[in-house]
């Protein structure tokens, strides 16, 4: 009697179909599981059901010169695993064949194939990084690269948005470039071939070369906007929470808050937030300061990055909430805003400004470029100034004051109607306007300029006040117009020093002026801001200059949008075909490469620009595309805030009538 040896595998079970060669063979075999079966690990285990009406003597496979025996199961099945390691060499990329044959005690034989495949997946590459920001002359681009003798069957790119999802597809149905390959592409002016702007997605890319499983990678977030009007100026390695001249403040996809160096391409490294609290990343939003940074965690936390000095500045344990920052001030409250406490980050002292156990929220802040703080809360009719010197006397809720230093500006709502008032440094209080709206965030004040919300009846208009004391109509549309605001800077990126004023309306961003029309800038992405003489946006991970009408259509006739940018450095993108493990800080040189000269654009050809296989999976948008508070605060007078607590001390707190026209 035969002794069968039993050979197990731990990789792919592999079963071959045996079917009679010839027409009087006795023996037969039936089908259990599929062919072509991917080769997982080091071994192939067949096995195969064979029959006879004669006893089944012996059964066999071969592979690649390799021959083993299969053994019976017992139950009309036969099992082996041909171990890879006795082939001498790796197995190249590609199908092969395994042969079954299978012999009854008369001799009587049949035998099948059965194919397996070593296989690697296609490599898939694409040219946008998470946060990026799709912007004019910059197109996606895809492509599917299989390892030979492999070909790319179909290639799938999704955008996701809250307003819809966007494909790109290619099946293969026609003539490629690259034989082998497969390639999707925006086409601009092809219906359903380009995706709109003014939209944050999620990029979902499948490729496969007709085996399973799907090559799948998921990127995001990529916001897009094509506004001619924005001129890019830097990148910075994750989404840009705050800037100025010479740093970003940002969140990357890693969930690590860093300062970046515009000029040295250095990065600090403040916090790395755990995954646990990566749910709440959208909460997390920051400030530069003179010597580093301050920022509200994901974990509740509030910490600190001051002259290289890590601090905690509040535990979660007490829910403090970050509220104002300029300079070497923070205002922060604890306990859902029953305390409010004011914070010097070089020394990290605390001094208690309010407290008042089971008020009404919210407790609001504003610190001037000298650090002199005004606040107000629900309970209190007035503003409280340095010194407490009091501010206005009105009934209702008294929402967020906002000080440029010379004046402080400041709204009541009475439960339907927002008004709005002005206090200068001579101590004189103005009546602003009223507006249909509990919004807090309805007044920006800047360089003696303050633009307000003030109703037609119908709607939100845009108003300015200017430093002479005239007051202009800025906007005029049918629906109502808000101001672009962005935590830690409500009240402060909206005016130019000339008294230019940025606001949004039916998502999309302008900037008017007195006695002229708003001009469109572009979408309501991201955060528009004034700052050293230039507007200026943020959207994801890239800084925006606003260019005039004039100057973007002299650039886009001069060269066009996408020759520019290659003639702009844009081909140093390739160094990032890499991906970053969690557990890796990616060097601050490799960063840098990304970032562009002023007014480079990013582009890509079927090139080695396509960035590879960066794979994310982080979903949803992460962090508000905003900038935070800039080092150089407010503008204003050198000593405004000096004068301005002078003339408080003798203002008269007895309630003004309002004069109305």
């Not at 007035?382 to 906002?402: F, T």
């Amino acid at each position: 009697m035969r002794t069968y040896h039993r050979h197990t595998g731990t990789a792919v079970a592999l079963t071959v179909f045996l079917a009679a060669q010839a027409a009087d063979a006795a023996v037969t075999v039936n089908i259990v599981q599929p062919n072509d079966t991917i080769i997982e690990g080091s071994t192939i285990s067949v096995r195969a059901a064979a029959s006879s009406p004669d006893e089944i003597y012996y059964v066999e496979a071969e592979f690649e010169g390799l021959t083993i025996e299969l053994t019976p199961t017992g139950d009309g099945y036969y099992e082996g695993a041909f171990d890879l390691g006795e082939l001498g060499s790796e197995l190249p990329y590609g199908p092969y064949v395994v042969t079954v044959n299978a012999y009854d005690t008369f001799g009587e034989g049949a035998s099948d194939e059965g194919i397996v495949h070593q296989y690697a997946p296609p490599t898939v590459v694409w040219n946008v990084l998470p946060h990026d920001t799709l912007t004019a002359g910059w197109r996606f681009e895809a492509k599917c690269i299989p390892t030979p003798p492999y070909e790319c069957k179909e290639l799938l790119a999704q955008f996701d948005s809250p307003s819809g999802s966007y494909q790109f597809y290619n099946g293969g149905w026609s003539p490629q470039p690259v034989p082998g390959r497969l390639y999707v592409k925006e086409a601009e002016g092809t219906r359903g071939n380009w995706l709109p702007s003014g939209q944050t997605y999620t990029l979902t890319i499948s490729a496969n070369v007709g085996l399973v499983p799907n090559v799948t990678r998921k990127v995001g977030p990529i916001h897009v906007d094509r506004s001619p009007r924005l001129t890019a100026v830097q990148r910075a390695p994750g989404t840009i929470l705050d800037f100025d001249a010479t740093r970003f403040l940002f969140l990357d996809y890693l969930r690590r808050v860093g300062i970046f160096d515009r000029n040295t391409h250095q990065i600090t490294w403040v916090e790395t937030i755990p995954e646990w609290a990566a749910p709440q990343l959208g909460a997390v939003y920051g400030a530069l300061t003179p010597s580093g940074s301050v920022h509200q965690s994901a974990t509740g936390y509030i910490l600190s990055w001051a002259d290289g000095v890590r601090r905690q500045v509040a535990s979660a344990t007490i829910t403090p909430r970050l509220d104002a920052v300029n300079g070497n001030t923070a205002v922060w409250t604890s306990y859902n805003d029953d305390w409010a406490h004011e914070h010097t980050l070089s020394t990290g002292a605390n001094r208690t400004l309010w407290y008042n156990p089971g008020s009404r929220s919210p407790f609001q802040a504003d610190v001037s470029a000298s650090g002199g703080v005004f606040f107000g809360t629900y309970e209190s009719a007035s503003i409280v100034g340095p010194g407490n010197a009091l501010l206005g006397d009105h009934a209702g809720n008294l929402q967020r004051p906002i000080t440029d230093g010379t004046n402080v500006v400041g709204r009541w709502w009475d439960g339907m109607t927002s008004s709005s008032y002005l206090y200068t440094a001579e101590g004189e209080e103005v009546f602003l306007g009223d507006s249909l709206t509990n919004n807090s965030a309805g007044l920006l004040a800047h360089a003696g300029y303050a633009a307000f919300l003030k109703s037609d009846g119908d709607a939100n208009q845009i108003w300015l006040r200017t430093p002479d004391g005239e007051q202009h109509q800025i906007s005029d549309f049918p629906k109502s117009s808000r101001f672009d605001q962005a935590k830690l800077r409500v009240g402060h990126d909206g005016i130019s020093d000339a008294g230019e004023v940025l606001f949004l309306y039916e998502g999309k961003r302008y900037i008017g002026r007195p006695g002229g029309i708003p001009e469109q800038i572009n979408t309501d992405l991201g955060h528009g801001r004034w700052l050293d003489g230039s507007w200026y946006v943020t959207i994801g991970n890239t800084l925006f200059e606003v260019s005039t009408p004039a100057s973007a259509a002299a650039r886009l006739a001069a060269a066009g949008i996408e020759e520019l940018a290659r003639e702009e450095g844009v081909g140093e993108r390739e160094v990032l075909s890499t991906s970053f493990a969690e557990s890796e800080a990616p060097d601050a040189t490799v960063w840098a490469r990304d970032l562009h000269e002023p007014d480079a654009l990013p582009v890509s050809a079927d090139g080695a620009e396509l960035l590879g296989d960066v794979d994310t999976d982080t979903g949803a948008d992460i962090a508000p595309a905003g900038a935070g508070c800039s080092t150089s605060g407010p503008a204003g007078s050198a000593g405004g805030t000096a004068a301005l607590a002078a003339a408080l001390a003798g203002l008269a707190l007895a309630r003004r009538s309002r004069a109305r026209s």
